[in-house]
């Protein structure tokens, strides 16, 4: 089992920037990929960015890409999402997410991903 652990949302201006944390705790070495997922009311969970545990290997979705970043620091077990040139459609609850299957970083969908943080709201005011 791994325990996701989010922190580093907010109230934000359109234009802004936050970073976004996640710990992850327990069975890590298990973990080929760690992502990044969004959901704003009344819409779907939505995929933004993967980064390969290993490799540091990333992939974002196109409505991020060129404003957001993941990236990961192995020895504190810790992904990031730095998020600039915020937006007021970026509003969302965002989460965590590690997945032990192995497949092409733009293939993986959310049922992949087994392991989930709690959660961080992101609101951005226009």
């Known amino acids: 089992q791994v325990q996701l652990v989010e922190s580093g949302g907010g109230l934000v201006q359109a234009g802004g920037s936050l970073r976004l944390s996640c710990a992850a705790y327990g069975y890590t070495f298990s973990v080929y990929v760690m992502a990044w997922f969004r959901q704003a009311p009344g819409k779907e969970r939505e995929f933004v960015a993967a980064?390969?545990?290993?490799?540091?290997?990333?992939y974002h979705a196109d409505s991020v890409k060129g404003r957001f970043t993941i990236s990961r620091d192995n020895a504190k077990k810790t992904v990031y999402l730095q998020m600039n040139i915020l937006k007021p459609e970026d509003t969302a609850v965002y989460y965590c997410a590690a997945s032990t299957v192995r497949r092409v970083l733009r293939d993986y969908v959310a049922p992949d991903f087994r392991s989930w943080g709690q959660g961080t709201q992101v609101t951005v005011s226009s």
């Open positions: 980064i390969d545990w290993s490799s540091g290997y990333t």
